[in-house]
């Protein structure tokens, strides 16, 4: 019985309290919520050739390299080179995309490319999306490539039947030789419409949980492998040919097509605070990389300033005005910031101490956020906490990925939490059961910890889950909120968790009283056997009643040598067992099996107690 009381307010619930995490893990980015179809667009990945295939149609011939004599630019060295001996019907390139591009009937994909050609090439380039055996679901044609410079080409393709795995085809009609860079296809179908996209089902999911705020872009991928490869926000906005590819830590590479600027402007679409995660100056050290040079500290810290300055700057400052150039002059209104991510330890701390410094001075209003490392990392993690009692942070992001039991046995962690240390954001959590799956009793146990951080919303300001999304053909890390693949999305039982409570999230918290049984209970129907009995009951009376047809085990004595239930005297009268008298009454399960089959029916009386069945 659950009893509130109206007049006993609690605590005044923040309204940021339920938000998003969003990593580029699991594919959640690229080959995920950023829409692009094409892996490698810039042939800036290691092995350059990656995603591509050369293609030979009819009595073609060719080849394909790549080069890098003539970039694009600076930040995009790498291009394709396609020399056609023989053109036979065609000869080119295919890029599958990630696991194939997904093509349906009547919808239109905008293609575009970087390209020119040399002297002796007169002839057309074809755009096709294609299945292997070469059927074509929807073409289009570019002709006079450019003989001089590189230059922008786009085309529209509409597909007129459908398939779930298509590839995009390029081929050139005439010999010669064809330079091709940034080779992108988007559906035309993507959220608000936007060009360079993101997967309108993938964010209406997102928007559906109603986060209050929106952390981006990670996670691990804030540090990245070691410092150089750490996340610089500066190289992920502006022009997309100019964006410097990164391959991350979760082992695949990122273009920056969704990038600073994408993840602000998402963060607006979804009604949340932009939560920017930055990296504090030193590699994570749970990987033991190298630290940097502590002079070069005011680099980072300059990244900071700079940050702010973009999100909320007048569109007079330097930063400001790139944020209009990119197409919104009106400002983010960033008001939280995160200083390193699962960072702890004395260079942690300096570093830390230099950012609030510098940050508060300039901008007091900016509420910044500490790392405490995850939970799983004991030691670091008490460490943490002891600093964190000298120091004035704002706010300090715990990280918790644990098992179901310990999210239960913490629906009460911050009860008695100190409220003169910072407020917490819960900034990565998920409950990790066996095989560490998605299932039922990891999302039950989160929602009871999650009654926790509401009652204790004072202290506790935001919390996520984590990690958001996971494409089920490139998984690093499970579980995840939101599953997909190209065509298909659904929600974990965790996600509806989410969804459940920041749609009802409330002003105030109101006192309540659980009582777990009534006086006199309800007939209560359920299986006998593990779990239902091994609790410690006391009961006056139990009677228990077969549901017609099944009958107590004959075992069912209080003197039977595989069960120690109910000591006392029982005795059967009108096909009930009924415990005349009462001993401890402490039933524990020892490994009688033929009970666990039974449906039974079981009325028990309750006279002290609150534990059980
Ligand atoms: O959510 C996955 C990873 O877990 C994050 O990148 C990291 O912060 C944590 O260890």
Same mark, same amino acid.
């Given at each position: 019985?659950?009893?509130?009381?109206?007049?006993?307010?609690?605590?005044?619930?923040?309204?940021?309290?339920?938000?998003?995490?969003?990593?580029?893990?699991?594919?959640?980015?690229?080959?995920?919520?950023?829409?692009?179809?094409?892996?490698?667009?810039?042939?800036?990945? @290691? *092995? +350059?050739? =990656?995603?591509?295939? &050369? !293609?030979?149609?009819? $009595?073609?011939? #060719?080849?394909?390299?790549? /080069?890098?004599?003539?970039?694009?630019?600076?930040?995009?060295?790498?291009?394709?080179?396609?020399?056609?001996?023989?053109?036979?019907?065609?000869?080119?390139?295919?890029?599958?995309?990630?696991?194939?591009?997904?093509?349906?009937?009547?919808?239109?994909?905008?293609?575009?490319?970087?390209?020119?050609?040399?002297?002796?090439?007169?002839?057309?380039?074809?755009?096709?999306?294609?299945?292997?055996?070469?059927?074509?679901?929807?073409?289009?044609?570019?002709?006079?490539?450019?003989?001089?410079?590189?230059?922008?080409?786009?085309?529209?393709?509409?597909? @007129? *039947? +459908?398939? =779930?795995?298509?590839? &995009? !085809?390029?081929?050139? $009609?005439?010999? #010669?030789?064809?330079?091709? /860079?940034?080779?992108?296809?988007?559906?035309?179908?993507?959220?608000?419409?936007?060009?360079?996209?993101?997967?309108?089902?993938?964010?209406?999911?997102?928007?559906?949980?109603?986060?209050?705020?929106?952390?981006?872009?990670?996670?691990?991928?804030?540090?990245?492998?070691?410092?150089?490869?750490?996340?610089?926000?500066?190289?992920?906005?502006?022009?997309?040919?100019?964006?410097?590819?990164?391959?991350?830590?979760?082992?695949?590479?990122?273009?920056?097509?969704?990038?600073?600027?994408?993840?602000?402007?998402?963060?607006?679409?979804?009604?949340?605070?932009?939560?920017?995660?930055?990296?504090?100056? &030193?590699?994570?050290?749970?990987?033991?990389?190298?630290?940097?040079?502590? /002079?070069?500290?005011?680099?980072?810290?300059?990244?900071?300033?700079?940050?702010?300055?973009?999100?909320?700057?007048?569109?007079?400052?330097?930063?400001?005005?790139?944020?209009?150039?990119?197409?919104?002059?009106?400002?983010?209104?960033?008001?939280?910031?995160?200083?390193?991510?699962?960072?702890?330890?004395?260079?942690?701390?300096?570093?830390?101490?230099?950012?609030?410094?510098?940050?508060?001075?300039?901008?007091?209003?900016?509420?910044?956020?500490?790392?405490?490392?995850?939970?799983?990392?004991?030691?670091?993690?008490?460490?943490?906490?002891?600093?964190?009692?000298?120091?004035?942070?704002?706010?300090?992001?715990?990280?918790?990925?644990?098992?179901?039991?310990?999210?239960? /046995?913490?629906?009460?962690?911050?009860?008695?939490?100190?409220?003169?240390?910072?407020?917490?954001?819960?900034?990565?959590?998920?409950?990790?059961?066996?095989?560490?799956?998605?299932?039922?009793?990891?999302?039950?146990?989160?929602?009871?910890?999650?009654?926790?951080?509401?009652?204790?919303?004072?202290?506790?300001?935001?919390?996520?889950?984590?990690?958001?999304?996971?494409?089920?053909?490139?998984?690093?890390?499970?579980?995840?909120?939101?599953?997909?693949?190209?065509?298909?999305?659904?929600?974990?039982?965790?996600?509806?968790?989410?969804?459940?409570?920041?749609?009802?999230?409330?002003?105030?918290?109101?006192?309540?009283?659980?009582?777990?049984?009534?006086?006199?209970?309800?007939?209560?129907?359920?299986?006998?056997?593990?779990?239902?009995?091994?609790?410690?009951?006391?009961?006056?009376?139990?009677?228990?009643?077969?549901?017609?047809?099944?009958?107590?085990?004959?075992?069912?004595?209080?003197?039977?040598?595989?069960?120690?239930?109910?000591?006392?005297?029982?005795?059967?009268?009108?096909?009930?067992?009924?415990?005349?008298?009462?001993?401890?009454?402490?039933?524990?399960?020892?490994?009688?099996?033929?009970?666990?089959?039974?449906?039974?029916?079981?009325?028990?009386?309750?006279?002290?107690?609150?534990?059980?069945?």
């Amino acid at each position: 019985t659950l009893e509130v009381d109206v007049d006993q307010e609690g605590v005044e619930i923040s309204p940021i309290l339920y938000g998003a995490f969003f990593e580029d893990i699991n594919y959640g980015a690229d080959g995920g919520l950023y829409a692009e179809q094409i892996k490698n667009r810039s042939l800036e990945y @290691d *092995k +350059s050739l =990656e995603g591509w295939s &050369l !293609v030979t149609k009819g $009595s073609g011939k #060719g080849k394909l390299s790549v /080069d890098d004599n003539e970039p694009l630019n600076e930040n995009n060295q790498h291009y394709l080179e396609l020399n056609i001996k023989e053109s036979g019907d065609g000869v080119g390139i295919s890029n599958a995309g990630y696991w194939g591009i997904l093509v349906e009937e009547g919808k239109e994909y905008n293609f575009s490319m970087y390209a020119h050609a040399n002297d002796n090439f007169n002839g057309t380039i074809n755009v096709s999306l294609e299945d292997k055996a070469g059927t074509i679901y929807g073409q289009t044609q570019i002709k006079n490539i450019s003989k001089d410079d590189w230059k922008k080409y786009t085309a529209r393709i509409k597909a @007129d *039947k +459908s398939i =779930e795995s298509a590839k &995009l !085809v390029v081929t050139a $009609s005439d010999t #010669g030789t064809v330079f091709m /860079d940034m080779v992108s296809l988007f559906p035309e179908d993507t959220w608000k419409n936007r060009e360079n996209g993101l997967r309108p089902d993938l964010v209406k999911m997102l928007d559906e949980i109603n986060p209050s705020f929106f952390r981006f872009p990670g996670g691990c991928i804030v540090e990245g492998i070691d410092l150089d490869n750490a996340y610089h926000w500066k190289e992920t906005i502006g022009d997309l040919a100019e964006r410097k590819v990164k391959y991350n830590l979760w082992g695949y590479y990122q273009s920056n097509g969704l990038g600073y600027h994408e993840y602000f402007q998402l963060s607006e679409d979804l009604g949340a605070e932009p939560l920017p995660i930055l990296p504090a100056g &030193l590699s994570c050290q749970a990987r033991g990389a190298e630290l940097e040079d502590m /002079d070069e500290i005011e680099h980072w810290i300059q990244d900071a300033l700079d940050l702010i300055e973009y999100a909320n700057g007048p569109v007079t400052s330097k930063w400001g005005a790139k944020r209009a150039e990119n197409g919104h002059p009106e400002p983010f209104n960033l008001k939280y910031l995160g200083v390193g991510n699962e960072n702890w330890g004395p260079e942690y701390y300096e570093r830390y101490e230099k950012f609030h410094e510098v940050l508060k001075a300039k901008y007091p209003e900016i509420k910044l956020i500490t790392s405490s490392g995850p939970m799983a990392f004991d030691y670091n993690y008490a460490r943490a906490w002891d600093w964190l009692k000298t120091q004035p942070a704002d706010i300090v992001d715990e990280h918790m990925y644990m098992p179901p039991e310990w999210f239960l /046995d913490n629906a009460d962690r911050y009860d008695s939490y100190d409220r003169s240390m910072p407020q917490v954001f819960v900034g990565e959590y998920a409950a990790h059961g066996a095989g560490r799956r998605n299932n039922l009793e990891a999302a039950i146990a989160e929602a009871a910890f999650m009654t926790g951080l509401e009652r204790n919303s004072d202290v506790v300001v935001m919390a996520a889950y984590a990690p958001l999304f996971n494409n089920v053909n490139g998984t690093q890390w499970a579980p995840d909120l939101i599953w997909f693949n190209k065509s298909d999305v659904f929600g974990t039982p965790s996600y509806y968790v989410q969804k459940i409570f920041s749609q009802n999230v409330g002003d105030i918290t109101l006192a309540t009283n659980l009582s777990e049984y009534k006086e006199e209970s309800e007939d209560i129907t359920g299986l006998i056997g593990l779990g239902s009995w091994e609790t410690k009951v006391e009961f006056d009376q139990i009677e228990i009643t077969s549901d017609g047809k099944v009958l107590f085990s004959d075992d069912f004595n209080s003197n039977d040598a595989n069960w120690k239930v109910f000591d006392g005297d029982w005795k059967v009268e009108d096909g009930l067992y009924k415990q005349t008298s009462r001993k401890s009454n402490t039933a524990s399960y020892a490994g009688n099996t033929n009970w666990t089959n039974y449906t039974l029916k079981l009325k028990a009386r309750k006279i002290s107690g609150n534990e059980g069945v």
